[in-house]
């Protein structure tokens, strides 16, 4: 009898998670931004509203997450597919909390930092180790993706807090947290900072970078943005997205690459 993924915690699986090369930043930091703009394309230009969004991107997401759990190795479609869907509803989680329930940023900012740190916590007490090279049984990869549920929804709320309730507009956030990116970067290499910390805080940083991008480029000009709109924006990264993933692919730089690997432990 064929046992379920999600029950077969101790099955022993090939590394999930792709090396954290520049190829995965470029591409997360892409996504970031898709995952804002496609929110608001589908929330505000095609009317679905935010329930009606969330629905549909929630549906999505379980879909190719369960392919994505039973699937026995890195496959870098379906892998990204997931970072993407992740991406677009982790936006939402926060867009419903603040537009919906009218919770404040820096309370969401808040929920979500202690949500993550949890995860973290459990996390380790359960794997005793938060590596991204590890990745190999159905409860860490689990961890893993509530993880990174986690970084969207406080990045989301961070970004927005920093660029609207702070006023400081989209331009000095994207400034700011790639200079913290920057600090991150400077530490790992020169300071020998912890891997895994120095990962996954990028990470999280790497979400309000994308969405202050994706907004500077989506938003009208009088709203402070370029007026792209959220339809282009979308698409000239989705491009961009799969069209790395096809050179990944074809070229067979799943796990490891020749390129410089920031942040790899």
């Not at 970072?83 to 419903?96: C, H, R, Y």
């Not at 996390?123 to 991204?132: P, V």
């Not at 790992?188 to 891997?195: D, E």
């Not at 069209?243 to 067979?252: A, D, E, F, P, Q």
Request: hydrophobic share 50%; charged share 10%.
């Amino acid at each position: 009898m064929m046992k379920s993924p999600l029950s077969e915690s101790a099955t022993q699986l090939f590394n999930k998670v792709p090396e954290a090369t520049l190829y995965f930043w470029l591409i997360k930091i892409m996504a970031t931004t898709v995952g804002e703009t496609a929110a608001d394309f589908l929330n505000i230009n095609l009317q679905l509203g935010l329930t009606g969004t969330s629905a549909v991107m929630g549906a999505l997401l379980a879909v190719f997450l369960f392919m994505q759990l039973r699937v026995r190795q890195y496959v870098p479609w379906l892998y990204w597919s997931v970072v993407v869907l992740i991406s677009i509803v982790g936006t939402l989680v926060t867009d419903n909390l603040v537009d919906n329930f009218g919770v404040a940023l820096q309370t969401t900012t808040i929920i979500f930092g202690g949500a993550l740190l949890i995860t973290f916590g459990v996390w380790y007490a359960c794997e005793k180790t938060l590596s991204i090279h590890s990745i190999f049984t159905i409860r860490r990869e689990l961890f893993y993706w509530a993880a990174i549920l986690f970084t969207f929804a406080l990045g989301t709320a961070a970004g927005d807090l920093t660029a609207e309730g702070l006023r400081l507009g989209y331009g000095k956030s994207a400034l700011i947290f790639g200079s913290l990116i920057g600090v991150i970067t400077i530490s790992y290499y020169l300071f020998k900072a912890n891997a895994n910390g120095a990962f996954w805080i990028a990470y999280i940083l790497t979400r309000p970078l994308g969405a202050s991008c994706g907004d500077l480029l989506s938003q009208p000009l009088t709203g402070g943005g370029l007026g792209l709109g959220a339809m282009v924006t979308s698409g000239l990264f989705l491009a961009s997205i799969a069209g790395m993933v096809i050179y990944l692919t074809i070229c067979n730089k799943n796990n490891v690459d020749d390129l410089p690997n920031p942040l790899r432990e």
